[in-house]
């Protein structure tokens, strides 16, 4: 798997962004490429934004049991899986808008770099290892910008 953390790996993420019109359309799934993009944003949302209310105990520990290892895993996403309610677009959103902000998200996560983020707690997951977070930043950008044919 590509890392996130690695400069040319970022770039070239960014590009397919970059590649994304606010007329392109999805070859699976429901959401519009505005809401994906929104989408997207939602995982540093909860990392660089207090957006978000932290899960409680208890949700915390289902998710530690039974989503953390699917996330942060290196195996691809399938297609048309469900979604966490955080991460659910129904609403209009702007391309544009929506496009800077994760590529913002995208360059500063890279600037930071791994070791900023190596044992670093998750609101979701507790603490992750620089490995576990490329892989959840990485695999959910390159799946949606897949599903978005770029």
Not at 7 to 18: G, L, P
């Amino acid at each position: 798997m590509k890392n996130i953390f690695y400069k040319e790996d970022a770039t070239e993420i960014v590009n397919r962004i970059n590649r994304l019109t606010p007329t392109t359309k999805q070859l699976w799934g429901k959401m519009s490429v505005s809401q994906m993009l929104a989408h997207c944003n939602v995982t540093y949302e909860f990392v660089y934004e207090e957006k978000h209310p932290k899960p409680n105990p208890f949700m915390k520990f289902i998710l530690m049991a039974f989503v953390k290892n699917a996330v942060v895993n290196d195996i691809p996403y399938k297609k048309s899986l469900r979604t966490a309610p955080a991460f659910i677009m129904n609403d209009d959103k702007n391309f544009e808008d929506e496009k800077n902000r994760l590529t913002n998200f995208i360059l500063r996560t890279q600037d930071l770099g791994e070791d900023y983020f190596d044992g670093k707690e998750s609101r979701s997951f507790g603490k992750l290892s620089k490995s576990e977070w490329n892989n959840m930043f990485y695999k959910h950008l390159d799946h949606h910008l897949n599903q978005f044919g770029v």
